[in-house]
């Protein structure tokens, strides 16, 4: 079965630029994102080979997502400016290492990936696919033998890929279930609120 790699990119960009110390170039710009999305993305390709590579990001403007709920994502703290001028030169690299970039306005990077997915699924012969994240979101996305997600849970480094088997170990369910179990407890991190008086443990349950 060939293999299709999708990359969050701005999960990526993101841990990188929390991660690495500050980089700069002589003239003083800051790419400790860039670098540490590049290495990232050197370290897939050598540790899956793939046959297909395709990055995803998310583009300015918002998402249908505000117009349904007007605080989503209403806690978050406005990133830095230096890691939003780092975006441009991670495109740049992409671009350069000849690989596709997917996005479409009014949508987030999670709404394209999960649509890759679906549309790989429909290939013949099959081509198993395998999300590159920081998002446990992604999980839902989980196929068991056709899709996987390679999480990053800390750092540049520690990764663990999540299949059918490793969602039911951490969880005790399966991804079909996943976003049963979000909608009940809800995920600050969005600043989406769950059922009141239900947390994790109940949520699971």
Partial sequence: ?????????????????HAIPPLTTKDGLMV???????ST????????????????FDV?????????FADYKGKRVKADQD?????????????????????????????????LVEEV??????????VVTG???????VDDEIVEVYLLRKGLSDF????????KEHFGFGSERIVDYKSLRGDNSDNIPGVKGIGEKTAKE
């Fill in 160 to 167: 663990v890929l999540f299949d059918e088997r490793k969602i």
């Fill in 41 to 56: 993305l050197l370290k897939i390709l050598n540790d899956f080979k793939p046959d297909y590579l395709a990055v995803s």
């Fill in 83 to 115: 890691l939003y001028d780092q975006i441009p030169l991670v495109y740049e690299v992409t671009r350069a290492l000849g690989l596709p970039i997917f996005t479409k306005e009014g949508f987030e990077a999670d709404d394209v990936i999960g649509t």
């Fill in 60 to 68: 300015a403007g918002g998402s249908f997502r505000d117009e349904i």
């Fill in 1 to 17: 079965m060939k293999t299709l790699v999708i990359i969050d990119g701005n999960a990526i960009i993101h841990r990188s630029y």
């Fill in 32 to 38: 400790n994102a860039v670098y540490g999305f590049t």
């Fill in 121 to 130: 699924k429909n290939q013949k012969p099959a081509v198993k696919s395998i």
């Fill in 135 to 141: 998002d446990m979101d992604m999980l839902q996305l």
